[in-house]
């Protein structure tokens, strides 16, 4: 379980393909305080370490399945790709964001990016059936951060990132056309298990 505070940037730094899709990450501080078996979320997706290296250029190396890969932007990332990294709360961690699951609903794409002050207003297309549960004044994790949603449409949906967010997450680097990982409010998406199964 995360809170959509992300914790420190990494990046991609090699990729291996075959059916699970191997992904080295690069980043210093992290890695000194991770084991094999740890859960880590990397741009919101909930990974499990599976080895580490602490000596010159430090990283970690996790591995996203083909369910994975099907629900997410995994296969978007390539070398250099930066990654918004977050290790799972302890208990009595302040939950400073809202709850976050590290399970990927679905992938939108960026379709705007635009100044509002010193804040940038994002608007994302998402045709994917997770649209009807995203609210507005609602929460969302957007590559593993926690936001507000602002407006909503039958296809898209907007969020403001403040100048903080910006600078400490991957959203520095994003562009129109980007894809992105969605994960749903967890009430909603038991909402939508409910209408779902017609109970």
Not at 30 to 37: A, K, Q, R
Not at 166 to 181: C, E, H, I, K, M
Request: net charge negative; with cysteine.
């Amino acid at each position: 379980m995360f809170s959509g505070l992300v914790t420190h940037l990494g990046s991609v730094g090699a990729i291996e393909k075959h059916t699970e899709v191997t992904l080295r990450i690069h980043q210093e501080e992290i890695v000194e305080t991770l084991n094999i078996g740890n859960s880590i979320s990397c741009n919101g997706i909930c990974l499990t370490v599976i080895r580490t290296h602490t000596t010159a250029s430090p990283w970690f190396e996790v591995q996203a399945s083909q369910e994975t890969q099907n629900k997410s932007n995994v296969n978007h990332w390539h070398v250099g790709t930066l990654i918004n990294l977050e290790r799972p709360l302890r208990v009595g961690d302040e939950l400073g964001g809202h709850i976050v699951l590290g399970h990927v609903d679905g992938v939108a794409e960026i379709t705007r990016i635009e100044p509002v002050g010193h804040s940038q207003r994002y608007e994302f297309t998402n045709s994917s059936p997770i649209q009807p549960f995203i609210a507005p004044k609602g929460s969302v994790a957007i590559n593993g951060v926690s936001l507000t949603v602002n407006d909503v449409s039958p296809q898209h949906f907007s969020v403001n990132l403040i100048p903080h967010t910006l600078q400490v997450t991957a959203f520095s680097n994003a562009q129109v056309g980007d894809r992105v990982n969605i994960e749903i409010d967890p009430i909603a998406r038991y909402v939508k298990q409910i209408l779902q199964s017609g109970a």
